[in-house]
Structure formats: C-alpha cells, structure tokens
C-alpha cells in the first residue's frame, strides 16, 4: 500500500513547481482538481465559477475520482485534498456540500492520508493565470483557511517556507523519503 501524501498551499504558493519536480523524479502525483475545474468552466463560457454554489461540490468528486485510482509507486503525494476544498467553501462562504462532509469522514476513518502534511507557503508574490484571479491579499486570507482547516482536523502541517526550489525540494524529499 502507497503512502498517500497531501501537498497543499494557497493559490500562487508553488506547489505545481514542486509537483512537476516529483512526477519528473518519478513519483506518482494526483492532480488538483479545482484548476480542472475552473478550465472546464471558463470553456462553458462561466467567467466566475467560484461563484456559483455547486463550484466546491464539483471539486469534491472529481478529487474523490482521482484518489479512487490506485497508486503507482510505494509513495503519492496529492496535490491539494479534500480538507482544501473545504476550507475553499469556508474562504468563499458557501455551504459545506454534505458530499464534502461525507467523504472527508470517510478519508478521516481510513486514515487515508498521512497526518504529516506538506504546506507551501506563498512566496510573497501572485502569478496570474486563468484559473487563479487572486491578490496576494486574498491569497494570503485564503492560506489562513487552509491553515485553520488541517488543524481543525487533527493534521499537522510541515511548512516548506519561501526558499528557492532547489531548497525546497530538498525539505519535501526529506519528509517524503
């Protein structure tokens, strides 16, 4: 059985450096599935998608989708998890979907996840793309939700701090062995 890792950051934080860096070292990622989400939105013409009601329930099912498929190696890190879908709800202000609440329930009793999750704080700056249409403002108000998530849940957090990639690379590698 793989041990299943989160990586995890607000918006503009670096973590799709870092995952890239593991897929190219060579292990098994599950991607995000907000991003994913928003791309597929935008394509339907919807220019906010984070406004609409059904915008975290959406992300719910596709990131319990992705999980469901089996690991490829011995370790997997996931970029972003359920607990970040539910502090995205709470940033946003909409309703937890009773998918969300059930399936984080479930990943909780499974111990799906390791307890130790990796967190990318923000580098001081926001890169814009289509899908990320935040200020640094925001995104630093937004990290403090995922914060407050994961400890809620009993997680804890390993800050990888604002260093150059090569640094932090060296400090997930470590905690992921």
Known sequence: MAREIILTGAPGAGKTLILRQLE???IDVVEEAATDVIALQHGLGVAEPWMRLEFTETIAQLQVQRVARPALGEV????????CTLALAEYLG??????LERAIAESMERREFERRVLFVELLGFITPTDARRI?????????????????RLGFELVRIPPLPLE????????EIG
């Open 76 to 83: 997997r890190v996931s970029d972003r998890s359920l607990v």
């Open 94 to 99: 909409h309703p937890i979907p009773a998918l």
């Open 24 to 26: 190219v070292d060579g």
């Open 135 to 151: 200020s640094l403002a925001d995104s630093q108000r937004f990290e403090a939700f995922h914060v407050a998530a994961y400890e």
């Open 167 to 174: 640094e932090r690379m060296a400090l997930v590698r470590a």
